[in-house]
């Protein structure tokens, strides 16, 4: 499979680094074609800003339109149009990073802000009765899945249903869902190592040896099943999810993932 | 009201910039002292790297660890300090940004991942058989209040319990709740404006004015009610919600709202 892996921590020598190292190492020995995206090696600028459009950067600057009007003109600046090509090249894309404040770090979500450009991520596709537009399960990055490596470094406890920080599946939503399925990527389930702060030889080794796993099997894991927008689950163009779908006794984000 | 605005938006010419102004000038005239962090006008630097710690950061670098010792040391760099004394300064925090894949937008990520370093947001207060450090409700930043200003280029139903983009109050919770509940400020009810991609002069008027009466209004309004976290609601050191404290069919996040 053509993976590109999109790595976002600050030290080579880290549980983040390792981790990479490794879905390299195993991806390219397993016979698929590897690239990386390093974003700190690489000194990725993470803020949208009217540089991003070249010629089609307007006065007052309008992100939506101006990057719609760049990337159909081919002028989004090079570093975008790169990680673009990538994305168009990947079937399956890795994304390797520490959970700070319950998210992305800043330069891997200024990656998404300024490469998930207008027509490249959204924007496409029909309006009609039955059509919101091609996005949810459709969309421009369609047949390609993801995979998240998270590390945290509090305990599992605290992230689990009743856990005070919420449910790790619930604080990647955003990402898995809001992010990814939006233009088609698939979420294979995400790969979590908690206690990433605490980590010992023998934990580490064992992460490692989970992390290999996974890796080895990511052909046969089906992905988390999130509802399709345009399949009859909502109501158009309301969006709302239809009376009588939802999983027993389930609100919030888990209305969105079929039982 | 000492009041921090912190603005994350690359165009001042916008609906944003509009409503930090009038921010400003309603916050101002109401006599409330306001500081403004206009991050992109700042030329904020998103990433977290070891340039933040000086001295402090060691080789490999380990954030937390070296974020924590600069903090103690006083030798972070000067635009995180000037942000730290900024928010110790104040007394109302207002954030002002466009909702970008269902999250703040880079910048502002980048903001919160540089400032709020470990003691002076985080890894404070005791831990013992009835108290897992000071967070939730504690912590170094108590007594503030936070209220986000977001605008959001769809419509609301598709926020709404049912939407297919999830609640906006979850999307929202990992910034309320995770990020500025954490070292303990409490936000008032966030002020959303939807259709801001299709912002007419008379619906922006209204917004305006909406905005406005939230603002003169913001001393009476009653915060977020999220569950502390050392007061008898979570297992310690788990951190799970006790059983029967859940409001009646709420899961996942909302679990961690007091009825």
Known sequence: MRTLIVHAHPEPDSLNGSLTDVAVSALTAAGHEVRVSDLYAMNWKAVVDAGDY??????????????ARAFDAGTLSAD???????????????????????????????????????????????????????????GTLAGRKALLSVTIGG????????????????????????????????????????????????????VVAAWRERLRTVDSTAPIPFRRQNFGDYAIPSLQLKPGLEPEGRTGFGLHVRA
Do not use: C
């Open 54 to 67: 070249g010629p089609h950067a307007s006065h007052p600057l309008r992100v939506v339109g101006d990057s």
């Open 80 to 138: 975008v149009a790169a990680e673009q090509e990538k994305l168009a090249w990947a079937q399956l894309i890795v994304f390797q990073f520490p959970l700070w404040w319950y998210s992305m770090p800043a330069i891997l979500k200024g990656w998404v802000d300024r490469v998930f450009t207008a027509h490249f991520a959204y924007g496409v596709g029909e309006h009609s009765a039955t059509r919101y537009g091609e996005r949810y399960g459709e």
């Open 155 to 206: 305990p599992r406890d605290h992230y689990t249903a009743r856990g005070i920080n919420g449910p790790i599946e619930d604080l990647l939503f955003p990402i898995q869902h809001g992010i990814l399925y939006y233009p088609g990527i698939e979420s294979l389930p995400p790969f979590v190592t908690y206690g990433a702060d605490r980590m010992t030889p023998d934990r580490h080794a064992e």
